[in-house]
């Protein structure tokens, strides 16, 4: 039996291996693609997902949310190590639809659509989330689990010393979904930095004669080279792919239950996760964290995952 999930997603390289993997995996039913602002703007966002998808063309097509510019992004972006389009120089063409909806109303209507059955995969910043919670928190109830790719515990944050970029571009927004009464799962920078990759990767990729080929052989080399440039980074995390892996085999991670907020307003800590860690915590426990991994195992699975969405896409 397939498992309906909604890919919300600010693609970037991370988000569209991740993409490309959960739209040719046989387990799960993407039924859409909610874009948001965060590595690229909105704007740029909502290019990227329209253009993933036209070059993937799966079997299926899921719906597209269009994402809504930020109130108050940052001046941080991610654009530094995934090229000014957010895809290492992919350069999709701008589409227009003549029935855009907001991310957050396709949500909605998905959810209500498959009441207890929709997971929602949240893979950039909350923000979509967090509007949704505010225009229709009845709706909050009907979505199954909610499975977040950010935060850290006692990792340093990637984006600031004690932030992560998802996190810190919308902390309202991760604020607001850690306090919902949503059943959540999330996946921390403690573990996707552990599992990583090196250039023997590269070997391993469907060929590019497939469609999913083509785009991996673009965005994965992009990525490994703009890391070692920038970052003096010799392998590579996929933040993203590994969340996804979570989806469907969360038995090759160790899960706590654990007690979490977000500061919003720290001149040094914005987006910084908290956690009650204390001997008799006080704080209610609100979300299960990924504390380890089957290193081995789920970078194999990542593998499995990519080479298959080759096959399906020749």
Known sequence: ??????????????????????LFDPRLDVVAITATAGTV?????????????????????????TAVPPTDAPVLDDSHLNGLDGLGGCHFP????????????????LIRQYPGE???????????????????????????????????VSHSGNATVTAEMNFFFDPSAAKEVFASPTTKSLMPLDVTDSITFGLDLIEKLP?????????????????????????????????????????????????EEMAGDV?????LTRGMTVFDRRLRPEWPMNMEVARRASVTDVRDAIIRGLRYAGQQSG
């Open 41 to 65: 703007d909105a704007a740029q966002a909502n290019i990227n997902t329209a253009g993933i998808l036209a070059k993937l063309d799966p079997a299926r097509y899921p719906r597209i949310g």
């Open 118 to 152: 929709i997971t929602l995969v949240c893979l950039g910043p909350l923000s979509n989330l967090a509007r949704l919670a505010r225009r229709d928190p009845g709706v909050l109830a009907m979505i199954d689990k909610v499975v977040i790719s950010g935060g850290c």
């Open 207 to 255: 060929s590019a004669s497939s469609r999913a080929g083509e785009l991996l052989h673009q965005w994965l080399p992009y990525k490994f080279r703009v890391g070692h440039q920038k970052l003096g980074r010799e392998v590579m995390p996929m933040q993203d792919a590994v969340t996804l892996i979570s989806v469907v085999e969360p038995e090759l991670f160790q899960w």
């Open 94 to 109: 701008a589409a227009t639809k003549q029935n855009d909806h907001p991310s957050d109303k396709v949500m909605a209507d």
């Open 1 to 22: 039996m397939t498992k309906k999930i909604i890919l919300d997603c600010d693609p970037g390289i991370d988000d569209a291996v991740a993409i490309t993997m959960a």
């Open 263 to 267: 500061e919003v307003s720290g001149t």
